[in-house]
């Protein structure tokens, strides 16, 4: 199984930017897909960003032009850039990895943007 470790998130007031990290350690083999997704209080998990190991990238549409994605396949790391942070992206943001036969989650770490 694939481990991840996240690092990044605080509190940023809006306008502002943070960088999450998640690096994979483990049996890391064949992972295909990297991503972020987020969860805000009383919500369902939706997803922010992903990136196929080609580089293909997929964003949610609330963070299109905002965000960007993007990935180290020889750190096995995978980076959201936030820009123009606004209090509606306040959530826990989980990295995840796919592969064909399985995907694993960050235990996620909490973005707070304040008004």
């Known amino acids: 199984q694939v481990q991840l470790v996240e690092s990044g998130g605080g509190l940023v007031q809006a306008g502002g930017s943070l960088r999450l990290s998640c690096a994979a350690s483990?049996?890391?083999?064949?992972?295909?897909?990297m991503g972020w997704y987020r969860q805000a209080p009383g919500k369902q998990r939706e997803l922010v960003a992903d990136?196929?190991?080609?580089?293909?990238?997929n964003y949610g549409d609330s963070v299109k032009g905002r965000f960007t994605i993007s990935r180290d396949n020889v750190k096995n790391t995978v980076y959201l850039q936030m820009n123009s942070l606004k209090p509606e992206d306040t959530a826990v943001y989980y990295c995840n990895v796919k592969r064909a036969w399985d995907e694993s989650w960050g235990q996620g770490t909490t973005v707070t943007v304040s008004s």
């Open positions: 990136i196929t190991s080609g580089g293909s990238t």
């Open positions: 483990g049996i890391i083999f064949r992972i295909q897909v």
